[in-house]
């Protein structure tokens, strides 16, 4: 791997792991929604795949830090969000109050920091 090819320091491993484990498990509960139904397997397994390479960019990009901050208020929110529909389907409960709100409005945030970081100088 180049060093343009290689994830920016302990948080862009951090994204680039979470991108590899948002994506495989996105997968595997697709295949779960699949064969098992729930109302909300489906859900989670969708904002698992679409946020998956978003952490890789990141990782890998890692233009600024505000790239990264976004990047791990994403992945705050987005096991907030998905962790609590998860729970509904498999525990019969939520996480715990307000867990999916307080993820939905990470993850809203989240991306509010990553188009922040367009306005932000890179990186030397």
Known sequence: MSTAEQPSGSIGRILVLAGGLCG???VALSAAAAHLGGAFVGTAASFLIMHAPVF???GLLGANRTLHIGGLVLLVGLL???GDLLARDFIGSRLFPLS???GGTLLIAGWL???ASALVRARS
């Open 24 to 26: 495989a498990a996105g």
């Open 56 to 58: 890789l960019a990141a």
């Open 80 to 82: 907030l969000f998905c």
């Open 100 to 102: 999916a709100p307080i």
């Open 113 to 115: 920091t990553i188009a």
